[in-house]
Nanobody, 115 residues
Framework: QVQLVESGGGLVQPGGSLTLSCAAS????????MGWYRQAPGKLREVVAT???????NYVDSVKGRFTISRDNAKNTEYLQMPNLKPEDTAVYFC?????????WGQGTQVTVSA
């Protein structure tokens, strides 16, 4: 089992920044991919960024060059740095961890970008 706890969401103005954190506990050595997903009202959950155990990363086109995903293995924590936020980034953001047998999800944290 893996437990994920997110923090760092909030309300910011367009152009502002937030950094999300996700602390993992439990059977963390079974995790090979971690990521961030988001779900806006009325829309399907979509992947935002993923980071593999070798440090390689992938981003959805809408955030590529803007957001940065990182992973601190010593702290069992992953981060999502989100500068230059846009209203269309408004969503509930979910931390995700993948093992060979299943996906694990955090509880979600709200990010609202509004003037």
């Amino acid at each position: 089992q893996v437990q994920l706890v997110e923090s760092g969401g909030g309300l910011v103005q367009p152009g502002g920044s937030l950094t999300l954190s996700c602390a993992a506990s439990g059977n963390i050595f079974s995790i090979y991919v971690m990521g961030w997903y988001r779900q806006a009202p009325g829309k399907l959950r979509e992947v935002v960024a993923t980071i593999n155990s070798d440090g390689s990363t992938n981003y959805v086109d809408s955030v590529k060059g803007r957001f940065t995903i990182s992973r601190d293995n010593a702290k069992n924590t992953e981060y999502l740095q989100m500068p230059n936020l846009k209203p269309e980034d408004t969503a509930v953001y979910f931390c995700n961890a993948q093992t060979s047998s299943r996906f694990y999800w955090g509880q979600g944290t709200q990010v609202t970008v509004s003037a």
